[in-house]
């Protein structure tokens, strides 16, 4: 009964805000409390789980079934069937994987407001937003996030990326869509802030994902599929790390990413974010009704 209370008074309160309001609504009762009990928790329940799986085949109903002999499974039986995907799973790496991401995250953010999930956060409901009015959708109050800067930074021509099937012109695409004269600090802020920087700089944490995505492909072979590859995903991942760090424009335009300092940053307006340098707040935006003249994204 709690928690439907709860959802209907989220609910009612997302449907009773303008745009920015809403996100700030989820934002303050979802997602911080979330990311909070991530925080505090993500790494130790790992970790917790790491150490104890060793047991998890001792666990009475594998001693109820743990004899049977399943030809489907190779003719071994469900316990050592699960023994052997078990150890199989690379745990070490997947808890080095949480830890480092629970530290980018819930580290803090020296360009603004807050730790660094609450950038994540502001990034994914502004880029929602953009896509909503790239899609013409009717928006309820303000476009987040850019500033001074012209609306058709933040409108995107989605039809053109779905007639592409490659992923070497969807970078491209994504390319000619960021390397906007007049969108580069806006784009900078929203997309490359320092927690940004902290992720895709993270050499270590790269090649953790990688060894993981690696042993996906040996545990997933040992389930019989042996003509699974991860390499082409792991390809489009070095690739989209890359597009990020340096989206090397064919234009004169250049983009810069760098890690946090350490410090919180002081935010600006409320601590909400900004088209401006920073990422700082959700004012400074653009009201959806007053067009900025200017000569638009070329």
């Excluded at 069937?81 to 150890?87: E, P, R, Y």
């Excluded at 012209?150 to 969807?170: H, R, V």
């Excluded at 929203?190 to 040996?218: H, P, R, S």
């Amino acid at each position: 009964k709690q928690w439907y209370q709860r959802r209907v008074a989220i609910t009612a309160g997302i449907e009773k805000k303008t745009d920015e309001d809403a996100f700030d609504y989820i934002e303050k009762e979802v997602v911080e409390p979330l990311m909070e009990h991530m925080c505090g928790c993500a790494v130790g329940l790992v970790s917790a789980f790491k150490d104890c799986n060793g047991n998890i085949t001792k666990s009475d109903i594998f001693e109820l079934a743990g004899a049977i002999s399943v030809p489907e499974l190779g003719g071994k039986t469900v316990k050592d069937f699960a023994d052997d995907i078990l150890n199989k799973i690379d745990f070490e790496t997947i808890e080095s994987v949480v830890r480092m991401l629970m530290e980018h995250l819930c580290g803090p953010n020296s360009d603004g407001r807050g730790k660094c999930y609450s950038y994540f956060y502001d990034t994914a409901s502004t880029l929602m937003q953009w896509f909503a009015y790239s899609a013409n959708q009717k928006l309820s109050g303000s476009i987040l996030g850019i500033g001074d800067a012209p609306e058709t930074c933040a409108k995107f021509d989605i039809g053109g990326f779905a007639e592409l099937s490659e992923f070497i012109e969807i970078v491209n695409k994504v390319k000619s869509e960021l390397c906007v004269k007049e969108c580069k600090d806006v784009y900078e802020d929203v997309l490359m802030g320092c927690c940004m920087g902290n992720m895709v700089l993270d050499k270590e944490l790269e090649g953790n994902i990688t060894k993981l995505a690696k042993n996906f492909e040996t545990v997933v072979h040992s389930l019989g599929m042996a003509d699974f590859k991860m390499d082409e995903y792991i390809q489009y991942y070095d690739s989209t790390l890359e597009l990020v760090r340096d989206p090397k424009c064919d234009n004169d335009v250049t983009f810069e990413i760098k890690e946090c300092t350490g410090e919180e940053g002081s935010g600006s307006n409320d601590g909400k974010k900004t088209g401006g340098k920073g990422n700082k707040n959700k004012g400074g935006k653009k009201k959806g009704g007053g067009k900025k003249k200017g000569k638009g994204k070329k």
